[in-house]
């Protein structure tokens, strides 16, 4: 009977517990568990029964119908406690543990063990800790949000629920196991079987509730013991970072969700000190999983940051149409991404409605493999925001194409597509140019740069150019020189030539542009970088049908060729009959001080000398433009020193042939000039020679004179004849030549003007025009002084010796004319006078001409021996040659030591005094 009340208390005990809310302390969270449930094997050193666990949970987890798989695994768990002695016993491979004590013995024995409890440390008891703490107290040591701990609790709160139940109720005698009848060794009748089975299911229930009640009561001791700290938090010591078990991975993928959109969500927000998403440090987060977290939140912050960009820059004017089209890309690659996260949260609302397998299952790491490759766009993009800032136009371009050389071929095809929408804006205004000749650039992105203010006649020179600052870099500097050229000789043909006739060959390509597809046009500026692309091909053939029209109307039209020849015979003195006659019907004229020079009266001379040589059949055209100019006029210049032809040029061929071209044309004229006329003079001076030789040559003390003379004139008709034939064949005609060569070769207009700046330069420096070469200029102005120095000496000399055979004519007249009057034919004071004039030409005329003449002799020489040691000492071959030449009998090298030495050696020794 005492055991039959005893029952029915129990009974009763049990109804209240079992109406009562009394819960596991933890939450339905299955991963938890499982986790749990691993280490537990792995501190066990059962690593292999922990894989079979992994797989078999897998299984588990795919099976949709399952419910509550979570309490199966925390009862899996219990279990595994209860039966901590029967290690022996496979856990997982064996199924549940076979050891169960259902008996009342067996749960008599059970509790016997619960309450030797109370004498022991709790050390060896596992506790499911709940997961809202997230920090140890005084006095209890937890490895983990999860593991197993160890706690020294209050014994006197078992002792006092393990004292309701007093173990030798339910202890059964060896009389009681003796007899199975129910008769005990008193005599009294035990229990029926229907009462035993009620009183064992009562005590067994009893013994699981009082280890769920252990449980209990072990951590809302914890619990206490934390709340008496001021936090219920598990705490890195490291840096405060709660990290114990308190939000799902639904909770954290939905945050990850908003946070991928630049929204803060209710755990994870942007910390504006760490310029990143962060999770809360308050909310319990393992530390893998907070790390975890943290990584894929760096999409948002690299959302916000190129979000951030298009909203700065897109409504821009002044960012240009490349820019605006760079945020136009940037927001495509930004709606795919809104799609990968409609996905993403169309996935997540899909499992939490209906659920999804294992193998459809959204993870955390599941959601950091999807998420790779959008995050890695998403950080090229974002680094091309960064150094695309402040650029715009060729330079953002280039920007964007020095990430298409990239291995990896997803990100190739992403700066592909990008960069395709940028340079779309480029490609219109490169069709514009190509095409149209048209400059449509109004923020000033395009390579092409245009200067309004310049003047039609300066078009093709100033107007137009390359800004290398806006050069994308796919397109080569030839490549843009073709370009260049190709709108520039449109505008040209246009405005300046005035031809509006259509240019062959243009039509077809600007259909076949047209009809292409713009977005395969835009990429192929950057994709085909080699010889023989689709785009150069196209410029090529553009290129050449404009700069062949351009080139045709110069010549047919404009008839450059032949104001080039023009140019050739009058200015560069290569009409000879023409140059000889103007300076004989000038040197009357020239003689004059300069003063009294008229361009009005020269022009009459001009006319005369044309229509007096083969220049009259020339193009009136041409002739209608040659005129005189007259220099500045200095002090004690003559009219030779201001003399000089000119040319108009206007139109197209001025752009060729500009002001400072024809100033080049005025100097290189004016030196040939003045050779010309040393040549003119010395030739005057000669044939004075030859025709008073026979005249002077019986008076008295002429004869030394003549014979100077004779040799000075020799040795300057020499040198100037080297000297012009140096000038004008080797230097003109060698120049002249190469020029016809590269103007029929040409390719463009740019050929030409290069061919003809560099006839110039090598005109000039071969005459000694250049600035290095000042100093032979001075020595050719003297040795040109001389000469001119020598004809008035000549001309004095003559002049005396005329007046001495006039003299000697007119007394001979005067005596045949008194002897046939039958007078004397002299008196003696007829002859004292005529004695005394004899004497004075012997002795004052001809010693004094004789000491000039022999000065300047001596002067030409050396002057002459400086030249031929300044040129000796050049590097042009040419003019060391010409040094040979000049002294080809080594007259000066015997007078002049210096140009004793070998050139070899002159040359060697002027090196090592440079060095």
């Not at 499982?34 to 792995?42: D, P, T, V, Y």
């Not at 997540?348 to 299952?361: I, P």
């Not at 139109?651 to 042939?657: K, N």
């Amino acid at each position: 009977m005492l055991l039959l009340l005893d029952a029915d208390r129990l009974y009763q005990y049990v109804c209240r517990i079992i109406g009562s809310r009394v819960e596991p302390s933890t939450v339905n969270d299955e991963f938890q568990i499982s986790e749990r449930i691993k280490r537990k094997l792995a501190r066990n050193r059962r690593e292999a029964d922990a894989a079979v666990f992994s797989e078999l949970q897998r299984k588990l987890s795919s099976q949709p119908l399952l419910k509550n798989r979570w309490s199966i695994l925390y009862l899996l768990l219990n279990l595994s406690k209860t039966s901590k002695q029967h290690e022996d016993v496979a856990f997982l491979s064996g199924g549940l543990p076979g050891y169960v004590e259902s008996t009342p013995a067996g749960m008599a024995s059970k509790i016997m063990r619960r309450t030797d409890l109370q004498q022991s440390s709790v050390d060896q008891t596992t506790t499911i800790l709940p997961l809202s703490m997230t920090s140890t107290s005084s006095g209890t040591k937890i490895s983990s949000g999860i593991g197993s701990g160890s706690s020294e609790t209050d014994r006197s709160t078992l002792t006092s629920f393990n004292a309701t139940i007093n173990p030798t109720l339910v202890m059964p005698t060896p009389d009681a196991r003796q007899h199975p009848t129910g008769i005990n060794s008193t005599g009294i009748q035990t229990t029926s079987n229907t009462s035993r089975k009620v009183v064992n299911t009562l005590i067994a229930s009893r013994s699981e509730q009082l280890d769920r009640f252990n449980a209990a009561a072990i951590t809302n001791k914890l619990n206490q013991g934390f709340r008496e700290s001021g936090r219920l938090s598990v705490r890195d010591p490291h840096n405060s970072v709660n990290t114990s078990f308190e939000l799902s991975e639904d909770i954290l993928i939905r945050d990850l969700i908003y946070a991928f959109q630049g929204i803060n969500g209710k755990f994870i927000k942007l910390d504006q000190s760490a310029d990143g998403f962060r999770i809360d440090f308050n909310v319990g987060v393992p530390k893998h999983t907070r790390d975890l977290v943290h990584k894929l939140a760096e999409i948002g912050w690299l959302y916000r940051k190129i979000r951030r960009y298009i909203d700065q820059h897109s409504s821009d004017q002044a960012y240009g149409l490349v820019g605006q089209s760079f945020c136009t890309a940037l927001q495509d690659e930004l709606t795919e991404f809104y799609r990968l996260i409609a996905v993403l949260d169309a996935q997540r609302e899909q499992q939490l409605s209906v659920g999804l397998s294992n193998t459809s299952y959204l993870s955390l790491h599941r959601l950091s493999v999807w998420t790779y490759e959008p995050l890695q766009r998403l950080t090229i993009l974002a680094s091309l925001t960064d150094i695309s800032d402040g650029k715009k136009g060729g330079a953002l371009a280039s920007t964007v194409h020095s990430y298409y050389q990239h291995g990896n071929p997803g990100i190739r095809n992403l700066i592909k597509r990008v960069l395709g929408k940028v340079v779309k804006p480029l490609n219109f205004m490169l069709h514009k140019w190509i095409y149209d000749g048209q400059l449509v650039d109004v923020h000033h992105e395009f390579f092409i740069s245009s200067e309004s203010t310049v003047e039609e006649n300066r078009l093709w020179r100033n107007k137009y150019g390359i800004s290398k600052s806006m050069l994308p870099s796919f397109i080569s500097s030839e490549l843009a020189k073709k370009i260049l050229l190709i709108g520039k000789s449109i505008n040209f043909i246009r405005q300046v030539c005035m031809d509006r006739s259509e240019i062959l060959g243009i039509k077809t390509t600007k259909e076949i542009a047209n009809n292409d597809d713009e977005a395969a046009s835009a990429q192929l500026m950057f994709t085909q970088k080699v010889v023989g692309s689709q785009l150069e091909m196209t410029i090529d053939s553009v290129y050449i049908a404009t700069s062949k029209h351009l080139l045709k109307i110069l010549n047919e039209q404009y008839k450059f060729m032949d104001h080039l020849r023009a140019l050739r015979r009058y200015l560069l003195l290569g009409q000879g009959d023409f140059v000889r006659h103007l300076m004989d019907c000038l040197a009357q004229d020239l003689d004059k001080p300069a003063s009294n020079l008229f361009v009005h009266n020269l022009t009459g001379v001009l006319e005369t000398a044309i229509r007096a040589t083969n220049a009259q059949y020339d193009d009136a055209d041409i002739l209608k433009r040659l005129d005189i100019r007259l220099l500045e006029v200095s002090p004690g210049d003559s009219g030779w020193d201001i003399f000089s032809l000119d040319y108009h040029v206007d139109g197209p061929i001025g752009t060729v042939f500009t002001a400072g071209c024809m100033i080049n044309y005025l100097r290189m004229f004016n030196f040939l000039w003045r050779l010309k006329r040393m040549e003119f003079v010395l030739g005057e001076i000669w044939r004075n020679q030859l025709k008073c030789f026979d005249m002077f040559k019986h008076l008295p003390g002429v004869l030394p004179l003549l014979h100077s003379s004779h040799i000075l004139t020799a040795e300057l008709i020499h040198f100037v004849n080297q000297m012009q034939y140096y000038i004008m064949f080797e230097v003109l005609e060698c120049a002249w030549d190469e020029l016809v060569q590269k103007v029929e070769t040409a390719n463009d207009l740019d050929n030409i003007i290069d061919a003809h700046d560099k006839f110039q330069e090598h005109i000039i420096c071969r005459s000694l025009l250049d600035s290095s070469s000042r100093e032979l200029q001075l020595q050719l102005r003297s040795i040109f002084s001389l000469i001119l120095q020598f004809k008035n000496l000549q001309e004095q000399l003559f002049s005396a010796a005329q007046f001495q055979v006039d003299s000697d004519r007119k007394l001979e007249q005067e005596v045949e004319k008194r002897s046939k009057q039958g007078q004397w034919g002299m008196t003696g004071t007829d002859t004292e006078i005529e004695k005394q004039r004899v004497e004075e030409f012997v002795s004052t005329t001809v010693p004094t001409s004789l000491r000039k003449l022999n000065k300047l002799l001596e002067s030409s020489k050396t002057s002459i021996q400086t030249f031929l040691l300044s040129l000796i000492a050049k590097a042009d071959v040419s003019l060391r040659c010409l040094c040979f030449r000049l002294d080809f009998n080594e007259f000066y090298r015997e007078q002049e030591p210096r140009l004793k030495s070998p050139l070899r050696l002159q040359r060697k020794k002027r090196i090592q005094a440079l060095s």
